[in-house]
């Protein structure tokens, strides 16, 4: 099957700091990711949809100045956390759909992001 | 729009009896039907899905599910538990085959009881 990738697994960084988390499709391409969140014990909520070549598309009530996004090719989008604060710690997890996969979305690991 | 519903969030079952996860859907046009499984500190791995071909779904691990349009429900089985299923498990639902957008239900951790 299709696989997708996540750096760091984990990540602890100072509260104000820019933390960059990066997405990729190991053996296929993606014109589309999409980055979740997911707190202990919840479900994943979507963050925003991550469009190579393009703005990326972000769910109601998520801040763009916050999580910026870049897609820069068909096998790689970034998630920057800037200025992260302790309520930004998380269990971030992207997933990329395979084309003409029917709507088969494929997952990374996830990155465990702690803001002290 | 789009919603899922996953009724108990916890379950638990003893080694070999039958495991019975509860997922209903909200929509008004043929859904796509997905259930996945996450283990801890790990991403999703996909279990299954229906995308309106056969109503009943094999998947990986022993698990099935039926697909229900009157029901509107799409309950995941597996016949014998084991030790091993023990972990949170999430149904999804997205609705345009163009819009690859999931609807995660809450989640339901499974328990597997000695």
């Known amino acids: 099957g299709a696989v997708v990738s996540q750096h760091p697994s984990w990540v602890i960084c100072k509260s104000g700091t820019s933390v960059k988390i990066e997405c990729r499709s190991l053996?296929?391409?993606?014109?589309?990711m999409f980055w979740y969140r997911q707190f202990p014990k919840q479900s994943l909520m979507l963050m925003a949809t991550?469009?190579?070549?393009?703005?990326?598309?972000?769910e109601q009530g998520v801040e763009k100045d916050k999580f910026l996004i870049n897609h820069a090719s068909l096998t790689l989008s970034t998630l920057t956390v800037t200025s992260a604060h302790p309520e930004d710690s998380s269990f971030y997890i992207c997933?990329?759909?395979?084309?003409?996969?029917?709507?088969?979305?494929?997952f990374g690991p996830g990155t465990r992001l702690t803001v002290l | 729009a789009q919603s899922v519903t996953q009724l108990g969030s916890h379950v638990s079952v003893s080694e070999g009896a039958l495991v019975l996860l509860r997922c209903n859907y909200s929509?008004?046009?043929?859904?796509?039907l997905f259930w996945y499984v996450q283990y801890p500190n790990q991403g999703l791995q996909l279990l299954l899905k229906y995308t309106s071909a056969a109503t009943l779904v094999k998947g990986i691990n022993g698990f099935e599910a039926e697909f229900k349009k009157s029901e509107t429900s799409f309950h995941l089985t597996k016949p014998s538990a084991h030790m091993s299923d023990a972990a949170e498990y999430f149904c999804?639902?997205?609705?345009?085959?163009?819009?690859?957008?999931?609807?995660f239900g809450t989640g339901t951790r499974l328990t597997i009881i000695p």
């Open positions: 053996d296929f391409q993606a014109t589309t």
């Open positions: 929509s008004s046009v043929p859904p796509y």
């Open positions: 999804a639902v997205s609705f345009n085959f163009g819009n690859e957008k999931l609807t």
């Open positions: 997933s990329a759909p395979l084309a003409g996969g029917n709507n088969e979305q494929f």
């Open positions: 991550s469009n190579e070549g393009s703005k990326a598309t972000y």
